[in-house]
């Protein structure tokens, strides 16, 4: 069974940062594609960030390019999002999500066959 396990959510003020992680367990990691994924109240399940197998390809949203990195250490199993320059409308359940998917779409939500349980990002204005 393929689990991911998101950390590193928080409180931070506006202009801050915050490092999430996300590790995988139950598949051979550099199988699949990761992304970040978030979900603010009332709001859509937005796509923040995404990575290749091997994290030789990065992709991010217009609303945080430039603030967001994505990265992986597949001799860990664990994909992190590098925030920077928070904003209060970054505020969000941050979500970690897998696929086995070959197509160019890191922005599609069914690409991501595994998803884990998110961890919340506050930020203070």
């Known amino acids: 069974q393929v689990q991911l396990v998101e950390s590193g959510g928080g409180l931070v003020q506006a202009g801050g940062s915050l490092r999430l992680s996300c590790t995988v367990s139950?598949?051979?990691?550099?199988?699949?594609?990761m992304g970040w994924w978030r979900q603010a109240p009332g709001k859509e399940r937005e796509f923040v960030a995404g990575i290749s197998r091997n994290g030789g390809f990065t992709t991010t949203a217009d609303s945080v390019k430039g603030r967001f990195t994505i990265s992986r250490d597949n001799t860990k199993d664990t994909v992190a999002l590098h925030m920077n320059s928070l904003r209060p409308e970054d505020t969000a359940v941050y979500y970690c999500?897998?696929?086995?998917?070959?197509?160019?779409?890191?922005?599609?939500?069914?690409?991501?066959?595994?998803w884990g349980q998110g961890t919340q990002v506050t930020v203070s204005s």
């Open positions: 139950g598949r051979t990691f550099s199988t699949l594609r």
């Open positions: 999500a897998a696929g086995a998917f070959y197509s160019a779409d890191y922005a599609d939500p069914p690409m991501y066959a595994y």
